[in-house]
């Protein structure tokens, strides 16, 4: 009815098909481990600021420096 070559060749799609989803499935499980792992441990960079506070404090420098150099260069801010 079936030939072997058929059924060898869908047994074999359907076993690969499994193997995808477990993989898939596994490395969602890993990435959202990670996921709260990042989310346990408080970001703090040195002097306990956190990221988005020193990211203002960068901004903040970048501003000063700005205006150091405009008032170097002569140009009235």
Request: charged residues 25%; negative net charge; hydrophobic residues 55%.
């Amino acid at each position: 009815m079936f030939e072997p070559t058929l059924i060898i060749a869908a047994a074999s799609l359907v076993g690969l098909c499994v193997v995808a989803f477990a993989l898939l499935k596994a490395w969602q499980g890993w990435l959202a481990l990670k996921q709260r792992e990042l989310d346990a441990v408080p970001r703090e960079i040195e002097g306990g600021v956190s990221v988005g506070a020193a990211r203002i404090e960068i901004a903040d420098l970048k501003e000063r420096i700005k205006k150091l150099e405009a008032i170097a260069s002569g140009v009235d801010l």
